[in-house]
């Protein structure tokens, strides 16, 4: 016998102690196909977890995804699958070095008094030091992930991945750098892309301002809600259909405050109903704007530096920023007499999600990878491929909503701005020749420039966008090198890719999982199969499902942010209630495109069920050490076994709990395959509290009696019930990992047998193959059940004190009476039940109960309350004649009897019967009330 478990469950006693044993005996550890440790893997179910970042710590979020991936995970490897679960962080550039510039700040310094190797060198300090914070979490919380995959996105390995994906798409002319309007963080100083602006609104101004014609005879007026920006006007614009402005085309304006002489054009941009019709076209600081003056071969004057200050030397605005120049600007014209008008308008502002500042549009020089151009070495455009890969259906969205959000997204995406103003991050691959003004862009630093021979080269200072080294991750946290003969014999590729299942939030679902597709096709469909065949787009995918999981709001269902104060941190919460009673509270509300309300409640009630499990296995322990005092063996079947063969002699209850075991496995099996967390985790919980922990537990105390040397009903029920217990304890580990570890090695120690398995994760999970079904035991439990709840119910309403022991009468069928009279020891136990009569009429009055089965009465003497009976009797009827009224609407609808399947009918018809009889009853009930 192993030490007696506590008294009460701990969490904090056993969660620690096992979340280390399984990092260190490395029991989540898959070896690399076909090496000395392991064979060709069996059917791989193979995830990605999404990457925190490095600078992250654990919210429910997070929380949630890892709990559906660990239970998925879970599952499929202990239903024979390889499953693989690679986790990581990222890099996070921006956020990255925004944390070592907070803490630089903190010591009197900031960035630029470092040199750009001295500056990454502090990153990597910081990473090292703090870097692991949200993996170490993961650690505790027992995320039953490959530790021996751990990757950094800024790894040797995978830098090297990314340097050679740079290298062959700029090869096959898919990248290219240019000038272009980009999203301009002023507080960061670097390009953000369109995914990471937000919109909102804000109260404004819509200015009108007077642009004088340079002869003198007449002005036009334009409106703007950036004055500021008229500093850098190249044109003003008018509709060719606007009669108001047709005869201005072509002459010249006077650019006010600057003097500089611009044309007025035509085009269809300016819309006549908006402001005067007449707009400023300023192309570097507008991206309509830009499109004008590409369409016009208009100059790009760029009046703003990187922190969004005026930059023109000479100018009375130099040196000033954006919104005190516009102050300055709106005052002078004022002063001239130009500022014809200040309307109150509604902007919508494009803000950093990042930093919060309000965004620039800017003329910058930016690296971009084209997403609808074909590549020079043939085959569609990346977009194409991507598009085609989920429209083909080797890529499909739970809910399948985000199927048409992805194709919204994807059939308007414009090309990808890559690069970003950073040191922190994978440097982008190439260097300018200051001779010959060339770029060279090659996998190792050029010693000469490869078009003029020059040795006076610079490097790129841009790094790439986060986002760009993520999107690889599929394949080159399997060991991708570009090279096509390593990658054809590469067995993690070969076994491991595509992935399966991609759990994400739809918060990245652009930023993230629309990149690795189109990352992943675009490359791998260069890859032959091993065998040498052409790979196809079904093959070429990154994943097979993507599950979108949905937000975890607070209890009253609003979401978590800071400024409300809802936030709730997921430590805090298993520090008092255990991580499985958390995972559990998460996955009972875990259905497709319905959100979580996160109430504690909740979580206290799941951590009360752990203490119920762990009370059962103490009455389990308790038994098995009396058993072993009084000479009985105990054996489990093992868990790799099936099909469970019971004697003959069987007792009804463990017949009956076989079965419901094989119904659960089959409806877990069900719900998880559907991604139904909420319908798997309330099954495993119905059956373990509800079946076997309140029923079947209290029926086997009938059938331990220890006194009796080798009685072989007590050695047949002590073996069913350490067998039931063992699999239902399979049963729920994906979902309570640390209370089944625990609880599993308890159960083979008190029975003295080895497991085969090093951990309750290793072993089989419970199918419905595994158990004997036996759908009459089924039905006469049920029965029995029916029975001692309504007895139970019928002692309450005529307060038959607690242990007190009371006669009934019964009126059934012949097979009902027989089953009663049969397992009167069951109900003696379990409703209190003294004798059993069998009445040969319908039973009726205070003291009975009719139901479509049976009637039962207590005998037992009591004033009856007449009033009170006779109104409780016609609730009743009012109930069933309610019902009745339902059904027969339905069964008198032809449409809906030509429609609705033969069982629904069938069912509705059999259900409208028993719903007469009990009426029928009832109002035999009511006649026979006293008048009084």
């Known amino acids: 016998m192993n030490q007696e478990l506590p008294k009460a469950y701990d969490p904090s006693l056993i969660e620690e102690k096992w979340s280390k044993f399984w990092v260190q005996e490395r029991i989540f550890s898959v070896p690399t196909p076909g090496d000395a440790a392991g064979a060709q893997p069996a059917q791989p179910f193979v995830q990605l977890l999404p990457p925190p970042n490095v600078t992250g710590r654990l919210h429910m979020g997070h929380m949630l995804n890892q709990t559906e991936m660990d239970i998925l995970t879970r599952w499929h490897r202990m239903t024979g699958d390889t499953a693989v679960w690679v986790p990581g962080a990222d890099h996070a550039g921006i956020a990255t070095q925004m944390m070592v510039e907070r803490q630089l700040a903190t010591e009197g310094k900031c960035r630029t008094d470092f040199s750009r190797e001295a500056f990454t060198d502090r990153v990597w300090a910081w990473k090292h030091q703090y870097g692991s914070a949200i993996t170490d979490q993961m650690r505790r919380l027992g995320a039953s992930v490959d530790w021996s995959r751990e990757y950094f996105t800024m790894d040797d390995r995978l830098s090297h991945a990314v340097k050679e994906a740079f290298v062959r798409l700029w090869e096959q002319g898919l990248i290219y750098r240019g000038a272009y309007i980009v999203n301009w963080d002023p507080v960061l100083g670097t390009a953000v892309s369109d995914l990471e602006v937000e919109s909102e609104e804000r109260a404004g101004h819509l200015y009108h301002i007077r642009y004088p014609l340079s002869d003198g005879s007449a002005s036009i007026v334009i409106a703007t809600t950036r004055p500021e920006t008229m500093l850098g006007d190249a044109a003003v614009a008018v509709n060719p259909a606007d009669q108001r402005y047709r005869h201005l085309v072509g002459k010249t304006l006077t650019l006010p405050l600057v003097g500089r002489e611009i044309p007025i054009l035509a085009d269809d941009w300016a819309q006549p109903e908006f402001g005067t019709g007449a707009v400023k076209v300023t192309p570097a600081h507008d991206p309509n704007d830009f499109a004008i003056g590409q369409r016009h071969q208009l100059p790009s004057p760029s009046i703003m530096d990187k922190q969004a200050r005026i930059e023109l030397e000479g100018s009375p605005y130099h040196g000033l920023d954006r919104f ?306 009084a000479g009985y063996q105990v054996s489990l079947s093992g868990h790799d076994s099936v099909s469970l063969e019971l004697p003959r002699n069987t007792p009804l209850e463990t017949r009956w709990i076989f079965s419901r075991l094989s119904a659960v496995a089959a409806e877990v099996a069900r719900s998880l395959s559907a991604y139904r967390f909420d319908e798997a985790s309330s099954a495993v919980y119905q059956f373990f509290w509800g079946e076997f922990c309140d029923w079947y537990l209290e029926l086997v105390k009938l059938r331990l009696n220890f006194e009796l040397p080798h009685n072989p009903l007590t050695a047949l029920t002590l073996n069913a019930l350490v067998s039931v217990f063992e699999a239902a304890l399979r049963l729920l580990s994906p979902f309570m990992p640390f209370l089944t570890e625990e609880l599993w090695h308890a159960l083979y120690a008190s029975v003295g047998t080895p497991s085969t398995a090093r951990s309750i994760a290793l072993t089989r999970y419970p199918q419905a193959q595994d158990f004997a079904v036996d759908q009459a035991a089924a039905l006469q439990m049920s029965t029995l059940q029916d029975l001692i709840v309504t007895v139970r119910a019928l002692r309450k309403e005529l307060d038959i004190p607690e242990k007190q022991s009371v006669p009934i009468r019964l009126h059934a069928g012949a097979s009902v009476a027989a089953l009663a009279q049969a397992n009167a020891e069951m109900l003696s136990r379990l409703a209190r039940v003294s004798h059993i009569d069998l009445a040969s009429q319908a039973l009726s009055g205070s003291n009975a109960r009719a139901t479509p089965t049976f009637d039962v009465a207590i005998v037992y003497e009591r004033q009856i309350d007449v009033p009170v009976e006779r109104e409780r009797l016609n609730r009743e009827l009012a109930r069933l004649n309610k019902g009745l009224e339902s059904a027969e609407k339905q069964l008198n609808n032809q449409g809906f009897i030509a429609r609705a399947p033969a069982h629904i009918v069938e069912g509705l018809r059999k259900q409208h019967a028993e719903t007469l009889a009990l009426k029928q009853k009832t109002e035999s009930a009511l006649a026979a009330l006293p008048l009084a």
Request: charged share 20%.
């Open 324 to 629: 005190e120049a516009r102050r300055r600007i709106l005052a002078d014209l004022e002063a001239a007499g130009l500022l014809v008008a200040v309307k109150d308008h509604t902007l919508t502002l494009p803000i950093s999600q990042r930093t919060g500042a309000i965004i620039e549009p800017r003329l910058s020089m930016q690296w971009f990878l084209a997403v609808h151009k074909s590549p020079t070495t043939g085959g569609d455009s990346i977009a194409a491929n991507a598009i085609a890969a989920v429209r083909q259906g080797h890529i499909q969205f739970t809910p399948e909503m985000y199927s048409k959000t992805y194709f919204e997204w994807m059939n308007n995406i414009h090309d990808w701005c890559i690069s970003r103003q950073l040191w922190w991050g994978h440097r982008i691959p190439a260097w300018h020749c200051a001779a010959c003004s060339q770029i060279n862009v090659a996998r190792h630093p050029p010693a000469t420039c490869l078009h003029c021979g020059s040795a006076e080269l610079v490097q790129e200072t841009d790094v790439l966008d986060t986002w760009f080294s993520s999107g690889l991750l599929p394949f080159t946290v399997f060991n991708w090198t570009g090279n096509p003969a390593l990658d054809r014999s590469n067995p993690e590729l070969a076994a491991f890719y595509p992935t399966q299942l991609l759990v994400t939030g739809f918060d990245i679902l652009f930023f993230w999982v629309a990149r690795m597709i189109m990352l992943g096709c675009h490359f791998m469909l260069e890859l032959p199969n091993p065998d040498g065949s052409r790979r196809g787009l079904k093959d070429a995918v990154p994943f097979r499902q993507v599950y979108i999981h949905a937000l975890v709001r607070d209890a009253d269902r609003q979401k978590m942010s800071k400024t409300k104060g809802n936030v709730i941190d997921p430590i805090e919460i298993i520090t008092r209630y255990g991580t499985d009673a958390v995972r559990f509270t998460l996955a009972s509300q875990a259905s497709p495109g319905t959100d979580i309300a996160f109430n504690e409640g909740r979580t206290e009630g799941y951590r009360a069920f752990a203490n119920k499990i762990w009370n059962a296995a103490r009455f389990l322990q308790m038994n098995l050490d009396r058993a072993h005092h």
